[in-house]
């Protein structure tokens, strides 16, 4: 059975380490481990997932780690088992029981 990924998509497994600058057409879900810039319509952090680094995307949802910097120009949520540090931007924020966010946070004004 073939499986297939669709065009312009990226997952990053379990136990994978990317490691530089990564644009993303689409979608990117991370299970494994980014280190770098990366950019993407929308971005997944599993909950293995860590992303150390540069992140910008429309929407960001956070499961897993983040570290350094994120840019969600729309939508960012921090999941109950999500945790993120450094300097975060975003339009709207949310943050679920359990979720945690350590930095600074500027908020986007996306109402024109």
């Not at 992303?51 to 994120?70: F, L």
């Not at 979720?99 to 600074?104: A, N, Q, S, T, V």
């Amino acid at each position: 059975m073939k499986e297939t990924t669709p065009e312009g998509t990226l997952y990053i497994g379990s136990g994978v380490i990317a490691k530089g600058k990564l644009t993303v057409p689409s979608a990117a879900t991370v299970n494994g481990t980014v280190e770098g810039e990366l950019s993407a319509q929308s971005l997944r952090v599993l909950n293995s997932g860590v992303v150390n680094g540069i992140a910008t995307a429309e929407e960001i949802v956070v499961a897993g780690r983040m570290d350094q910097s994120a840019t969600a120009t729309r939508l960012l949520v921090i999941e109950s088992t999500g945790v993120m540090h450094g300097q975060i931007a975003c339009g709207e924020l949310e943050i679920r029981k359990g979720g945690e966010l350590h930095g600074k946070i500027e908020m986007l004004n996306n109402k024109g």
